[in-house]
């Protein structure tokens, strides 16, 4: 059973899959900084960016692949130090 549809909130996915937004970077989707993906669904962000109904296809079975993979996050995304203390 796919975890992504095209129909999930575009927050709501990288919070429960934090690494699906580098899936996202890699097709030039920006949409984790964008305030509109806080109530947007996964395929209105990629029709905004004027991608084709295939294309969206490809994009959320990657999506589903990476998830797979991925232990499901209850906490979401969390900010860490770039800094490394020694």
Excluded: D, R, W
Excluded at 19 to 38: D, K, M, P
Excluded at 47 to 52: E, P
């Amino acid at each position: 059973m796919s975890k992504i549809t095209k129909e999930i909130n575009i927050i709501e996915m990288i919070k429960k899959y934090p690494e699906t937004a580098q899936v996202l970077f890699n097709h030039g989707i920006h949409c984790v900084g964008c305030h509109a993906a806080a109530f947007e669904t996964l395929e209105q962000g990629l029709i905004a960016h004027g991608l084709s109904e295939e294309e969206i296809k490809k994009i959320v079975k990657e999506l589903n692949e990476i998830a797979e993979k991925t232990p499901f996050s209850e906490k979401g995304v969390t900010k860490t130090s770039e800094e490394k203390k020694e």
